[in-house]
């Protein structure tokens, strides 16, 4: 990794701990990566813009004007304000990329180049350094011009084509799930790349991730049924497998149940006083039951829905059936598990006192991640890190602040 120190006493110590990054993306995809990367131990460095910051800051709700939203995703980066778009402020920030590891972004295709910001000019300067792109598109082809949100691809890229009732619209997820999955990839193409890096493969590379790839890739077997059989999937709410749905219960409580396997469908149908399907030839594979799913999924609807939420989560674990209560938020927060797990964590944030939110992707046995600090006020690192690691005076700090450069 690159020869710096850490900013200070909040940067971490897990298993990326030395890696530098530099994140200035906004809204939601690049800064979720560098996000990720900071909760486990990088030393990220959020630049935003002098006069609107982070897009991010402004979504979402807010608690005496403190915009909540951003206390998650812009938890454990240093933040500095920087106009990218002037020369000077493009200047400071060619200077801070010749320590770093890392640079996260997610402008339309063109728009670093067009600031003379290209990766060939900072990768010259830096040759370990990785620039990590995420677009709507990818950086070519046809749709590389065309703005995008993740609301666009998941139309385009199959996904809303599938979500929704069978006699209703397609359906959007109510969350950002094209741009959370891309973060997701890109994070792992960084770590790649790194690992790459440090066993002398390559030195810096650039990085492509599009948000229309990274919806696309839990279509799994979709493309290939297409191919092979012409088949195109529709729209199968919440079923689309049998025995498999969400059902209500007798006192208005919702479950859902999935029997994937043989053996969890056989004792599905004992569960639910229908021995009778386990006789049937067709009750065999998942594939023959899909014929049929109308029938069992009936025959389950109805029998869950004679019986009180706490028989039904009863009689699911005495038959070792796949079972989840329908939770809202305010549930799932106090749910056992989760408070076990540690999945809703508590930190201390320096304008609300202490927060909940939730903790890191997944747990290490020896270099553990964790949430150090939430999101900071906009540029509250800019005299540290201006000053001490670029050396500049308290008078080239009050010019650059007048002139909005920073």
Known sequence: M??????DDLSGAGPLAGVRVLDIGTMLAAPIVAQILGDFGADVIKVEHPAIGDTLRHNGLAKDGIPLWWKSVGRNKHTITLD?????????FRKLAITTDVIVENFRPGTMEKWGLSYESLNEANPDLILLRISGFGQQGPYVDRPAYGTVV??????????????????????????????????????????????????GQLLDVSLMR?????????????DQLGVIESRTGNGGAAPRGIFRTLDGSWVGISAASEQTARRVAIMIERP????????????????????????VAAWIGARDLATVVESAALFAIPLGTVQ?????????????????????????????????????????????????????????IFA??????????ARLAKGMVI
């Not at 399907?277 to 069992?296: M, N």
């Not at 320096?350 to 600090?373: A, D, Y």
């Open 2 to 7: 690159s020869d710096h120190a850490t900013l």
């Open 84 to 92: 990218l778009s002037k020369p000077e402020g493009a200047e400071l």
């Open 154 to 203: 998941e139309c385009l890229g199959g996904w809303a084509h599938m979500n929704g009732q069978p006699d209703g619209p397609p359906t959007l997820p109510p969350y950002g799930l094209a741009d959370n999955l891309a973060a997701m990839s890109g994070a792992i193409a960084v770590c790649m790349a790194l690992f790459a890096r440090q066993i002398g493969m390559s030195r």
């Open 214 to 226: 990274s919806i696309m890739a839990p279509l799994s077997s979709l493309p290939l049924f297409f």
């Open 276 to 299: 009778d399907f386990v006789d049937q030839e067709w009750y065999a594979t998942g594939r023959s039951r899909q014929g049929h799913e109308e029938e069992i999924n009936a025959a």
């Open 328 to 384: 809202d938020i305010g549930a799932v927060m106090q749910d056992p598990q989760v408070n076990e797990l540690d999945i809703i964590t508590t930190v201390h944030d320096e304008q609300l006192g202490k927060i909940r939110m939730n903790n890191v992707l997944f747990g290490m046995s020896e270099t553990p991640g964790r949430v150090r600090f939430p999101g900071r006020q906009m540029g509250a690192d800019n005299s540290w």
């Open 388 to 397: 001490k690691e670029l050396g500049l005076s308290d008078a080239d700090i």
